[in-house]
């Protein structure tokens, strides 16, 4: 039996991961929010299953759900940082109100949740799972914000995956194409200054004619995430979907090309050895 504490439950990837968890038999402690959105969830799995609310951007509530889930399960083993959303427009079209919003859920809160669950997960080992996405593998126009939070997120990760093997603790980086859940819809913004300059790189249309057509299948997305975190020999990356594979494939193609292309000259800048 394996405990999890996961943010952002209220839909998506979170909620189905909770429930797929609880109904294998695992303890969860679901987070979200707006805690009353969430609240009807655990009522099928008596006490293995609890609710409480989170809003990552806040350290001291992200202490107290560590904190409460200590005292309710004597700790936990893993840890997901999902709550996140998307921001979609061009570079120039983003204002600071809409773009730091966004950093301060995806990158910051992420850190905040990340850091009250270390002492907790430390004593016993664990994993932790970071909800990246195709997006933090290869940029892409219209999508930029977004990008650079989920670049955040692969970085931090990465770092985490070093630091915290000491310890017995491993890094999961889950890096999902699209697939058929509301993303598209009640988890995406767009910048309001839409500029005609750049509506050749717009993802409006992208998403209005996307949302619920996606490819891709969340509960098996979701197999696979619980099959990983089972497995001694789990990947610190894991693209979900062939749309992430071939994104991931064209990014390591193109970063291969750039370092053939320009390797004598870029390598030639150290000091002259006498």
């Given at each position: 039996?394996?405990?999890?504490?996961?943010?952002?439950?209220?839909?998506?990837?979170?909620?189905?991961?909770?429930?797929?968890?609880?109904?294998?038999?695992?303890?969860?402690?679901?987070?979200?929010?707006?805690?009353?959105?969430?609240?009807?969830?655990?009522?099928?799995?008596?006490?293995?299953?609890?609710?409480?609310?989170?809003?990552?951007?806040?350290?001291?509530?992200?202490?107290?759900?560590?904190?409460?889930?200590?005292?309710?399960?004597?700790?936990?083993?893993?840890?997901?940082?999902?709550?996140?959303?998307?921001?979609?427009?061009?570079?120039?079209?983003?204002?600071?109100?809409?773009?730091?919003?966004?950093?301060?859920?995806?990158?910051?809160?992420?850190?905040?949740?990340?850091?009250?669950?270390?002492?907790?997960?430390?004593?016993?080992?664990?994993?932790?799972?970071?909800?990246?996405?195709?997006?933090?593998?290869?940029?892409?126009?219209?999508?930029?914000?977004?990008?650079?939070?989920?670049?955040?997120?692969?970085g931090i990760s990465e770092a985490l995956a070093g630091e915290l093997e000491p310890f017995g603790i491993r890094v999961l980086i889950v890096e999902p194409g699209p697939f058929r859940t509301d993303f598209l819809g009640r988890s995406i913004t767009m910048a309001a200054n839409g500029m005609p300059e750049y509506a050749a790189s717009s993802r409006k249309h992208y998403r209005e004619t996307n949302n619920g057509n996606q490819a891709g299948d969340p509960d098996k997305a979701i197999a696979v995430i619980l099959q990983a975190v089972d497995a001694d020999d789990a990947p610190l990356h894991l693209p979900l979907g062939p749309i992430a594979h071939a994104i991931a494939e064209r990014k390591l193609a193109a970063f291969r090309s750039d370092i053939d292309a320009w390797r004598d000259i870029t390598i030639a800048t150290d000091f002259d050895q006498p």
């Open positions: 039996m394996k405990t999890w504490l996961i943010t952002g439950c209220s839909s998506g990837f979170g909620q189905r991961l909770a429930l797929a968890a609880a109904h294998r038999g695992d303890r969860v402690i679901a987070t979200a929010r707006n805690v009353k959105t969430i609240e009807d969830m655990a009522e099928p799995f008596g006490g293995r299953m609890i609710t409480l609310p989170l809003d990552v951007t806040d350290a001291a509530a992200a202490s107290a759900a560590v904190a409460k889930a200590v005292e309710t399960f004597g700790g936990f083993d893993v840890l997901v940082n999902n709550a996140g959303y998307g921001l979609f427009g061009a570079i120039e079209e983003g204002t600071p109100e809409e773009y730091r919003p966004m950093f301060e859920v995806n990158v910051f809160g992420l850190i905040e949740t990340t850091k009250a669950s270390l002492p907790v997960l430390r004593r016993s080992g664990g994993t932790i799972v970071n909800m990246s996405s195709g997006a933090g593998i290869a940029g892409g126009g219209g999508g930029g914000y977004y990008n650079a939070a989920k670049f955040a997120v692969e």
